[in-house]
């Protein structure tokens, strides 16, 4: 899906709850704390931001 520069465009996409849970020291999958996923062209850091022009956009799912 193309969105033209300059406009933004509100979407969804499914993922499976498990695909965040990690296995602790008994062997158990979990879900540790929250998630943070990061849309950019890099690295969510300041070299990137220099180097690209662009910062990374930082979401927080929700449960």
Not at 14 to 41: C, S
Not at 53 to 60: F, I, P, S
């Amino acid at each position: 899906m193309a969105v033209p520069a300059g406009t933004c465009k509100k979407i969804t996409i499914p993922v499976n709850p498990e695909a965040f849970q990690v296995v602790n020291d008994n062997g158990e999958f979990i879900r540790e704390g929250k998630t943070i996923l990061y849309v950019a062209m890099g690295q969510p850091d300041e070299r990137t931001k220099e180097l690209t022009g662009h910062q990374a956009v930082k979401l927080e799912l929700n449960d």
